[in-house]
């Protein structure tokens, strides 16, 4: 990656999907790959493939496509997958705890190392050995074992202060789940999930196909 250029979010957002594709044809033992067979399998044109990945010196070679392998492994480095991440969640609830009974995390270096909560049912108990801990040993427990990034499965009304603190004692980033537009310094990274502007696009999509499909009908 050339240090003067920066790659647009637009194809960042793209590269997780260009990784899961690659892994899932290294699994299958296959070692080379064309951007026109890529784009078949993924459903993205060749030149979108080509031009995304130009962005890192196209990793590619006239005539022969690209290595799987490699490529797979480049993409890893740009991701940052090449090192592992400590999370804690704020927040074992629903959410936390369904995220903190996934494993497909785990499997990409993004290693599960507390879980913070302010209800004493919930402190002490255990999800797949990692202990739920009271959130007044948050500042220290992040402190001491370094910990990068912060899942916030918390209810919105308390989430900004506890962003704010989080910043201050050294977080990287925030993985947000609560419907809050955070504001913290620029040392902290955020990225915020949610499932419902997700489900609105869906609803968004259906109605502009049955409008089309109306249109046709009528045309016809
Ligand atoms: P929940 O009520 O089941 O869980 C919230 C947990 O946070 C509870 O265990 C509660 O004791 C704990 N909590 C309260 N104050 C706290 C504090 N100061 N520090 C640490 N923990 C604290 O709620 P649920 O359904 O798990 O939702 C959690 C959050 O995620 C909410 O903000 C909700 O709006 C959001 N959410 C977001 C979705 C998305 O797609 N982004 C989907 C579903 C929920």
Redesign the pocket.
């Known amino acids: 990656m050339t240090e003067d250029k920066k790659i647009s979010m637009a194809v960042v957002r793209r590269l997780p999907r260009y990784y899961r594709y690659l892994g899932e044809l290294l699994q299958k033992g296959v070692g080379k790959i064309s951007s026109r067979e890529l784009s078949e399998k993924m459903n993205v044109t060749a030149s979108q493939i080509r031009q995304d990945l130009n962005n890192f010196g196209g990793f590619g070679q006239q005539g022969y496509g690209y290595n799987v392998e490699y490529l797979y492994n480049e993409i890893g480095k740009i991701l940052g997958l090449h090192q592992n991440y400590k999370m804690i969640i704020?927040?074992?609830?629903?959410?936390?705890q369904a995220i903190a009974n996934s494993n497909s995390f785990s499997k990409r270096g993004f290693k599960l190392v507390g879980l913070?909560?302010?209800?004493p049912k919930?402190i002490g108990m255990s999800i797949h050995g990692v202990e739920v801990m009271d959130?007044d040993c948050m500042e220290q427990f992040v402190k001491e074992n370094g910990v990068d990034i912060a899942i916030l499965?918390?209810?919105?009304t308390?989430v900004k202060e506890?962003a704010e603190n989080l910043a201050k004692w050294g977080i990287k980033g925030l993985w947000n789940?609560?419907?809050v537009d955070l504001i913290v310094p620029d040392t902290v990274q955020i990225e915020n999930?949610?499932?419902?502007h997700s489900l609105m696009t869906l609803a968004y999509m259906i109605n502009e196909a049955e409008e089309e499909r109306e249109k046709k009908n009528k045309s016809e």
């Open positions: 704020v927040g074992v609830g629903n959410l936390g913070f909560d302010v209800n919930l959130v499965t918390m209810p919105k308390r506890t789940f609560s419907p999930v949610h499932l419902s």
